[in-house]
């Protein structure tokens, strides 16, 4: 090898460390703490997967969406968060959408549209407390749960997220009158103000109008379990009590007191209530 | 316990951590680049190799075997993905497509691992660990390789040789990375991470669909992913998916790993350079930037400014419930103040200035504490600024831990600092000059500028993470982002380990009246006034555009 060219052994010794390399850091390094995982924690190691009746019906770290064959909340369950890949482990993620993301594009002709992470936020909340028998009013939410947004120009304003013949949320900004938005008109030109409103006392917690970050998130907030206990209860015959037990049972608190936030695991809570 | 306490204790208790890790294992790095015995194990290698390893190397040769072995790595990665359907263990897995291959490849040779793809529906067990995570050990090691060459430079004198790269790269690998990840890998189990090679699982759901999931080594690849500074999780969703980081205290395990090694380098420094209070001073300024920039994003974040944040009542689009906002914070923070780039929550949807100011953090240079060894040339290359600045203020001559600053050094020094702002502010003007470039926004408006920005950002400092709304699967930008990676990586190792050269030369000047002290309060000041300077000097017009007109109008 001496008599080679320096540039040549040099690209020799290179390849061989990677392939050393390879073998050592790709091969042996994940095979044996496959072995150890395997040999300590394989139900871990596995997946933490649930089994029912000898049957696998999920993982205890992977969410799953409770709706029927139509998308709609199954009464008798508890509900996971919204989710910006329904809740499928092939295609995890989030929605990526930005907190200025208010305006929506209408749907027009063969267009579909597009719903601005605001509308999504209201539309949830709207769902969620239709749902729960509670208000679902959010501030920057309009009463029919489409973002509260005007485009404003000199002599009128336009409720861009409400499609004609709806009626505006506010018949008036500033002296000037706001319209209903014509879907397919381009208000790009207009100031875009989003209005707060007056809403004080919002019932539907955050984590029930918000995707997660996975998309698989396997919890939901206590305060969100608790919204949904007295429906559960009711379509299910059971005390309030109980229900409320099951769920301290399967909240998790923030490790070592201070890691994290308190958090329900929605499918062991549903679970829970199927083996009841 | 309130929220606001619970955070701040989760980050009191990740830098008493850190802290107590300091001496040990600082002491213990120092040991492993300046001790002159090989294991049985090294001396096997170093055989295999054919190379000597008591041989020391002049910069030059240090340098081009950088090169040699990332570009070899380069084209062995990439072959790798394009063979993948004749792979065993692929899962069915395609051969990935020719940018995104290259673009990969680039990316995790870099220690960038930025990722066009989703993992989950494109990379099999082979490609994910005999390709993917040992790039995550190399491309750290050869940081830590380069970090240690420079300061040998400040250390010597008189001399053309700066070590061997090989050495550096198997020392750091094999008694580093290795056994901390080892150990790191069978705690992420522990807490729930999956580690398998069986094939995908399939459910039926309590309501009758189907789930089915890719399986993995996640915790072994999660655990140097993260040690290593890397950041390219095994899944699309990284570190927010529950089968990489399952619970909150795997959280607070993730966020420590990523920081530790570049946080006890400086100790390794200053045991090199032979005076422990050279590397307090450098450890310093790390922790003051990081607690500023920590302080500002929770701020920001827990505020929860902007209209949908409002309207939500907290920033929880996109963060999983069993983090929660403050954690999700701090592990953005640490993870745009290193050069990880993976996410336990998606940036994109962080309020406008919490989002501005992860932008901020990459474009400091990713030095507070940054990258594994990236981390510590970086500071110390901005010393060497510093030390300028100030013996230009005084009219002296700057010296550096006894080294002369002259011309040649401050040149490098200064290409140093200009490589990454020049490849951000091209790659971002070329990609909103061009249709195909504005295609990738998702968001609209200057949150769509923000996008754009903060993915050459991240590519140019080698960090990996996005606004990951941009559709950046598209030749245009699997291209452009890849040469910014590349050159964003390799132009400042060349230009270090020139520096490194330059300064083993010189005969220690001793000190003197005149000389700047460089380990007291004064000094750390100067060099995180210069680093936040530099940057807002070059940046500030393209923050005002993005980030910052979204925040603040």
């Known amino acids: 090898m001496d008599r080679l060219p320096s540039w040549l052994r040099r690209h020799i010794a290179a390849l061989r460390a990677l392939l050393v390399l390879t073998v050592v850091t790709g091969i042996i390094y994940p095979l044996a703490a496959t072995g150890v995982a395997q040999a300590l924690f394989d139900d871990h190691a596995n997946g933490s997967i649930i089994e029912q009746d000898g049957k696998a019906v999920g993982s205890s770290l992977v969410g799953q969406s409770f709706t029927d064959a139509d998308g709609d909340p199954v009464r008798t369950y508890f509900q996971s968060r919204p989710s910006a890949a329904g809740y499928d482990p092939t295609s995890t993620g989030a929605s990526n959408l930005g907190p200025e993301d208010v305006i929506d594009t209408l749907p027009h002709g063969s267009d579909e549209g597009r719903q601005s992470l605001l509308t999504q936020v209201c539309a949830r909340s709207k769902a969620v407390g239709e749902l729960e028998g509670v208000s679902g009013a959010r501030p920057y939410c309009t009463s029919d749960g489409v973002g509260a947004v005007l485009k404003v120009f000199p002599d009128r304003a336009v409720s861009v997220n409400q499609a004609c013949p709806a009626t505006p949320f506010v018949a008036e900004y500033q002296g000037r009158r706001v319209e209903c938005a014509r879907p397919g008109e381009d208000y790009a030109t207009g100031r875009t103000v989003p209005v707060r409103g007056d809403v004080t006392t919002v019932r539907v917690p955050a984590d029930a109008v918000t995707a997660s970050g996975s998309g698989l998130d396997p919890h939901i907030s206590v305060a969100y379990a608790e919204l949904q206990a007295p429906r559960v209860a009711k379509e299910r015959d059971l005390a309030l009590d109980q229900v409320k037990a099951l769920i301290d049972e399967h909240t998790t608190g923030r490790a070592l007191g201070f890691m994290g936030e308190p958090a329900v695991n929605v499918l062991e809570l549903n679970l829970a209530l199927d083996r009841r | ?553």
């Open chain 2, 1 to 553: 316990m309130s929220p606001t306490l619970a955070g701040i204790l989760f980050i009191g208790s990740l830098l008493l951590a850190l802290a107590v890790c300091f001496k040990p294992l600082g002491d213990y790095m120092y040991r492993v680049y300046s001790g002159t015995r090989h294991s049985a194990v090294e001396r096997g290698i170093y055989r295999l190799l054919g190379v000597d390893p008591d041989g020391e190397q002049r910069w030059g040769v240090y340098a081009r075997g950088v090169l040699a072995f990332s570009v070899l790595s380069v084209l062995f990665l990439y072959a790798l993905q394009r063979l993948q359907d004749h792979l065993v263990l692929s899962l069915g897995m395609k051969a990935v497509e020719p940018s995104s291959a290259w673009n990969t490849a680039v990316s995790f040779v870099t220690n960038t691992n930025w990722q066009s793809y989703s993992g989950e529906s494109t990379m099999g067990h082979v490609v994910q660990t005999a390709g993917l995570a040992v790039q995550n050990f190399v491309s750290a090691a050869t940081g830590m390789a380069v970090a240690v060459a420079l300061v040998r430079g400040f250390a010597r004198s008189k001399t053309d040789t700066l070590g061997n790269f090989w050495v550096d790269l198997v020392r750091g690998t094999i008694r580093i990375l290795l056994p901390i990840a080892f150990v790191a890998a069978l705690a992420l189990v522990a807490g729930g991470a999956i580690q398998t090679f069986a094939g995908h699982g399939t459910w039926t759901t309590l309501t009758g669909g189907e789930q089915t999931f890719t399986p993995a080594a996640a915790a072994s690849q999660e655990a140097i992913k993260n040690l290593g500074t890397n950041g390219g999780g095994i899944f699309n969703a990284n570190s927010a998916h529950p089968f990489e980081n399952p619970t909150a205290w795997t959280n607070w395990l993730t966020i420590f790993l990523l920081l530790v090694i570049a946080s006890c380098l400086p100790r390794t420094f200053g045991r090199m350079v032979g005076d422990n209070r050279q590397g307090h001073a450098v450890v310093a300024v790390m922790a003051t930037i990081f607690a500023a920039s920590v302080a500002l994003t929770h701020w920001a974040e827990r505020s929860a400014g902007g209209t949908v944040p409002q309207a939500i009542g907290a920033a929880m689009e996109g963060r999983e419930t069993r983090f929660g906002v403050s954690d999700s914070a701090m592990f953005a923070s640490a993870t745009t103040l290193t050069s990880t780039g993976a996410v336990d929550s998606f940036h994109d949807s962080y309020t406008a200035l919490g989002g501005g100011m992860l932008i901020f953090n990459m474009l400091l240079g990713e030095v507070a504490p940054g990258g594994t060894g990236a981390g510590l040339y970086g500071m110390l290359v901005l010393a060497v600024v510093t030390v300028f600045v100030a013996g230009l203020m005084v009219g002296r001559t700057p010296e550096y831990l006894g080294k002369k600053i002259g011309a040649r050094e401050i040149k490098l020094a200064s290409l140093y600092l200009l490589v990454t702002p020049a490849l951000v502010l091209a790659g971002t003007a070329v990609a909103m000059a061009t249709a195909t470039g504005r295609a990738a926004m998702l968001n609209g408006g200057a949150h769509g500028l923000s996008e754009i920005l903060y993915a050459y950002t991240s590519a140019s400092n080698n960090n990996g993470s996005a606004f990951a709304g941009v559709s950046v699967n598209t030749p245009f930008h699997n291209t452009t982002l890849g040469l910014c990676m590349a050159f964003g990586r390799f132009l400042p190792i060349v230009l270090v380990l020139a520096l490194a050269g330059s300064l083993a030369r010189q005969a220690p000047v001793p000190a003197s009246a005149g000389t700047l002290p460089t380990h007291r309060p004064q000094f750390v000041g100067m060099v995180v006034g210069v680093t936040i300077i530099l940057v807002a000097l070059t940046f500030l017009p393209a923050l005002a555009l993005g980030p910052l007109a979204e925040g603040l109008l």
